[in-house]
């Protein structure tokens, strides 16, 4: 799908948010773990969830939606059926990392696939720690398909080399079938959804993260919600602050703080971005989000620890630079390269196109900015953040964007292209060229 995007000084609206990817997948996970039935309000429509979805039906996990919510039948522990085909994860690799964890300790054999993207994505990263706990593995050269023979598991302790939740949650998750306690240290911070949700303690010590999971605890069957997805959201935080006029709000956007550190990089900018009627539920922090358009955004210099809590929101940190007078620098993200695409590169190639000055570093990005945006063709690559950044960027271009693989921004937000609209003004956007 092709899409057209007109540039438009003024955006206005709440547009709906899709709910928490990340949030959905483990929602999924720990209640077909569970024992009883598990009701999870808010589940996703994305193309991602859905994989992990259509994963847990083929391991007999039985599901149903009613009123709104979807109903989890959890098979308890080791309750998970043999598959009898290989498992098709899509392009989503949080439910290859989870699944694989979570399928090296049970006694079966099972495959995991997904499409070109994800089996392009290094998988020695979860097959590494999963065999030292004695799993049998086989990847098809460092990637997918994988091929997993479950046996019994050894608990380990586990420094991650690479700072990535998806690798922490399928060794935890390996950990649940292990017996004893299973640790994993951190020693910058991840995304911390699944200890929210199974109740994990984390003890910080000597600047590291110990996370640890005993074997053979059993997972409750309970009321889950999922809040809307910061990470979606960032589209709009950045639109809304870079328009020349108007107010965007957002409601129930999850605020968990390993995931918010795009506003608060925004906001040192110079976004007007306020954080409104915060509250907890069910263990994960939420608020609503009003950004005003904010006019004379600067530049800054981000790297270290914070990276990881922004990784996704690169691609859109990056757009809001090029707006942004002076230079941006951003170091230390060189897990970018081996994410839906290299983002990295590709980032840099879509805003090249549109005029910006962007050079690409090894492990990063240097942004000067200030230059205005024009309209180009780009392409997504395939990636969701990607054709959701460049929609975001050709919104203050002058001249119309024509965005080429629109369709996989509903990988994470299926109805990013009419909420785009809504904001900005009917006819905005155009899909097909139409
Ligand atoms: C995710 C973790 C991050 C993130 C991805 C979702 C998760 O990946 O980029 O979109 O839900 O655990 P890594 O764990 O590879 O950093």
Redesign the pocket.
Known sequence: MTVTVHPAPALAGSPVLPPD???A??AAIFAALASGVSEIVGFSEAEDPQSTLSCLRQLGVEMEERDGSLFITGRGPGGLRTPEAPLDCGNS??TM??LAGVLAGLPFESVLTGDASLSGRPME?IAAPLREMGADISLTDGHAPITIRGRELTPITYRLP????????AVLLAGLSARGETTVVETEP??D??ERMLGLDAIDFDGERHVSIEGGREIRARLRVVPKDV?AASFFLVAGALAEDGVIEMSGVGLNPSRTALIDVLGAMGAKITTMHERDYAGEPLANLRVEASGGLVGVEIGGAII?NL??EIPVLAVTAAHASGQTVIRDAA?LR??ETDRIAVTAEFLRAMGATIEERSDGLVIQGGTPLRGAEVHARGDHRIAMAAAIAALSASGATTIHGAEAASV?FPGFWDALDAVAGKGTVSMDGA
Do not use: C, F, N, W
């Open positions: 990817k990340s949030i997948h483990r690799g949080t990392r989870l990263r690479v700072a990535s939740a998806q690798v922490k949650s991840s995304r959804h699944t990470s990881p990784i996704d897990e081996v994410k994470s």
